[in-house]
């Protein structure tokens, strides 16, 4: 006979049971639960980068937008020019790398492998370029929010006679770019793709670029 004073009895949850998966998330540690945040924010962001391939004009245009926000920004604060002149500084070696071919023909043995065309009959083979277009947009533009971001913290604001710096990076801007010119001119080879021959299908090769955009069939 139960003892008429004793309470109900409840039963002893088991310990042996799995855990749930919202219980494993609640005994994440802090570093853990930032760390997947932001795992799920870079997948985000890489699935807008790559939807935002084909959008070439709209993403220079965002680039310009930017550009264009940060010069307001130096010219009212009227300071930060030395996080310009390092900013001139690296779009100038991107710009060397979206001008140069991917593999250097001043270091490549012409006897291997295939050359660069150096006359108009000779089969078309687009420019590779050492910096893709894509990479060089999105690194100028990640470029210029980091500037951006940097001309709110006083201690990037170094003072400097500002024209002194402009006048040393138009000169390195010349010197680099006529040496680019240089070997282009020595190797033969341009880095666009505007007036060379292209295949259409079935009317074959056209050399022009006004033909080249005629409807393809």
């Known amino acids: 006979?139960?003892?008429?004073?004793?309470?109900?009895?409840?039963?002893?949850?088991?310990?042996?049971?799995p855990p749930s998966a919202g219980s494993l998330h609640s005994t994440d540690t802090p570093a853990a639960a930032v760390q997947r945040w932001g795992f799920v924010v870079s997948q985000r962001f890489q699935h807008l980068l790559d939807k935002s391939t084909p959008f070439l004009l709209y993403r220079w245009i965002v680039f310009f937008a930017i550009a264009f926000i940060y010069g307001v920004r130096v010219f009212f604060v009227q300071g930060f020019y030395v996080v310009s002149y390092a900013l001139g500084i690296y779009i100038l070696n991107l710009l060397?790398?979206?001008?140069?071919?991917?593999?250097?023909?001043?270091?490549?043995?012409?006897?291997?492998?295939?050359?660069?065309?150096?006359?108009?009959?000779?089969?078309?083979?687009?420019?590779?370029?050492?910096?893709?277009?894509?990479?060089?947009?999105?690194?100028?533009?990640?470029?210029?929010?980091?500037?951006?971001?940097?001309?709110?913290?006083?201690?990037?604001?170094?003072?400097?006679?500002?024209?002194?710096?402009l006048f040393y990076w138009v000169i390195l801007f010349a010197l680099t770019m006529k040496k680019q010119i240089l070997h282009m001119v020595k190797y033969k080879y341009v880095p666009f793709s505007f007036g060379k021959q292209t295949y259409n299908g079935k009317r074959g090769a056209t050399s022009t670029e006004s033909t080249s955009l005629l409807p393809r069939d």
């Not at 709110?152 to 500002?162: G, I, K, L, T």
Request: charged content about 20%; proline content about 13%.
């Open 1 to 17: 006979m139960m003892d008429p004073g004793a309470g109900p009895t409840t039963a002893t949850p088991s310990t042996d049971a």
């Open 96 to 165: 060397i790398g979206f001008l140069s071919p991917q593999v250097d023909p001043e270091f490549q043995d012409l006897s291997d492998g295939p050359t660069l065309p150096s006359r108009s009959s000779d089969e078309f083979r687009p420019f590779v370029r050492r910096l893709p277009e894509f990479k060089f947009w999105y690194s100028i533009t990640k470029a210029f929010c980091i500037a951006f971001v940097l001309t709110f913290f006083s201690a990037f604001d170094v003072p400097v006679f500002w024209p002194i710096l």
